[in-house]
């Protein structure tokens, strides 16, 4: 069903968000939700979040509201976190240790599970029950953990040789917070993660 | 002629990006780029980045292509990045301090001006050149210094309280690194920038 179709970015985006709410629904043992107060919580239009998930089939019931565990399993599915995605990072600088103390809020399978780093100062550091490993262990370890994902957390001057080692080791998709564009092969799925591009968007929104 | 149109949020998020590399072109004194470069470099299709172009009025010459410096006038014009944003952060552990590092790439007058904590062993570091200061400095600093943007790097449960404080303090817009949803009222704009979201939504695009 969501083999054929083709989801915009906009609504893969959405999703996560979704699926956060939903679990704390899950968590206060909520059994139904009705679009209004998905949209209500969510900042979102009820009419967007119904579309939204039309795409994926008719999960609503009229005057009842979508069942929080049927739709949590849903989206889980269509976002391929049913089953466990092994993550990657290199750069162990203040970003990635931040992004490693994320791994708690992971709790969908995707976890970081191998931390790399150029700067000798840096190996074998511990980030959250992580050693820091050597570049020249990247690509043994994300074969022998199938990593699926890398994000790369280091300066621009060295993102796009790390994004290489990634491809070469079998890395499916990549998450850069580099400040610079980096190419890979048309198959690889990459995302910019970008702080000065999420505040200069921002900066639109504002009053003159 | 900005001002009447609804822009998309996709394209407002793209013209940052477009941004950077007209930035670097400048750098290298190119004076004019077509839109198949930008689209090869950016991996865009190029009738997508005319398409976004041609929103703000008509900047491209056909067979010549767009003026860099001319682009760059109206993209930091669009944006509203063409005067001063001063930014506040709340939140001095390695996301924040990852940010406020990132100051030396936000070139075009949004730079973090301040850095607040609530934790009395963080008041008075340093972090790039800004001291860090306590809670209770908060709304008169973000006064003082005509702080329009404020960004959240606390964790969850404090995440709402930072904000209600931003808002009484004047701030118009807010960049939420919390992984919370965050209520507010509506004329101010938050981006919820969450790694977790970032991560589940490229998950999707993995093969089976």
Redesign the interface.
């Known amino acids: 069903m969501t083999k054929t179709m083709k989801?915009s970015?906009?609504v893969?985006?959405r999703?996560?968000?979704y699926?956060?709410?939903l679990n704390e629904l899950h968590k206060k043992n909520v059994q139904t939700v009705s679009s209004q107060d998905l949209g209500h919580?969510?900042?979102l239009n009820p009419a967007q979040i119904r579309k939204d998930l039309a795409y994926f089939g008719e999960f609503g019931k009229k005057g009842i509201g979508y069942d929080v565990d049927y739709l949590i399993e849903k989206i889980r599915q269509?976002?391929?976190?049913d089953k466990v995605?092994p993550?990657a990072l290199v750069g162990a600088?203040?970003?990635g240790?931040?992004?490693c103390?994320?791994n708690a809020?992971?709790k969908?399978n995707?976890k970081i599970v191998a931390v790399f780093d150029a700067q000798p100062n840096k190996i074998g550091e511990s980030i959250n029950n992580l050693k820091v490993k050597p570049m020249q262990e990247l690509c043994p370890t994300i074969r022998e953990l199938s990593v699926?994902?890398g994000?790369i957390t280091v300066p621009a001057a060295e993102a796009q040789s790390v994004a290489n080692q990634f491809v070469e080791s079998g890395v499916?998709?990549i998450?850069n917070f580099a400040?610079i564009?980096i190419?890979v092969p048309n198959e690889i799925?990459?995302?910019?993660?970008?702080?000065?591009?999420?505040?200069?968007?921002?900066?639109?929104?504002?009053?003159?």
Request: no cysteine.
């Open positions: 989801i970015e906009a893969v985006r999703l996560p968000v699926l956060r709410f919580k969510l900042d269509i976002l391929k976190i995605i993550v600088g203040n970003l240790r931040a992004l103390n994320y809020y992971l969908d995707m699926r994902i994000i499916e998709a998450l400040p564009i190419k799925r990459v995302h910019h993660a970008d702080f000065t591009t999420e505040l200069q968007s921002l900066a639109y929104y504002l009053d003159e």
